[in-house]
């Protein structure tokens, strides 16, 4: 019913930057809060950043001051901008959303499939 698609990883050396990108699409009437998630080999998923239709931040205490999350809810859109990447950064990073397909229905959360992000030394 709802598909989203990250797109924007890739390769980068330490202290590079990069823009993922996560688009919502199918049965949507409104999207509450998106968020950035990520998971490196053998560790767990934590969240990297999340933001409210209403523009509200929170971001982990390891990318604060470095990575920037924005949303375009016209195009259904959230944005992770990441600056001044670090080896520790490497990991799957995944986009979330939270999902009102209909007036009055309630929400479903939603996984895209992941896109890797790779910083060298």
């Known amino acids: 019913q709802v598909q989203l698609v990250e797109s924007g990883g890739g390769l980068v050396q330490a202290g590079g930057s990069l823009r993922l990108s996560c688009l919502a699409s199918?049965?949507?009437?409104?999207?509450?809060?998106m968020a950035w998630y990520r998971q490196a080999p053998g560790k767990q998923r934590e969240l990297v950043a999340a933001i409210t239709s209403g523009g509200n931040t929170n971001y982990a205490d390891s990318v604060k001051g470095r990575f920037t999350i924005s949303r375009d809810n016209a195009k259904n859109t959230v944005y992770l901008q990441m600056n001044s990447l670090k080896p520790s950064d490497t990991a799957v990073y995944y986009c979330?959303?939270?999902?009102?397909?209909?007036?009055?229905?309630?929400?479903?959360?939603?996984w895209g499939q992941g896109t890797q992000v790779t910083v060298s030394s």
């Open positions: 979330n959303a939270d999902v009102r397909p209909r007036p009055g229905y309630s929400t479903y959360n939603y």
């Open positions: 199918g049965s949507i009437f409104s999207i509450n809060a």
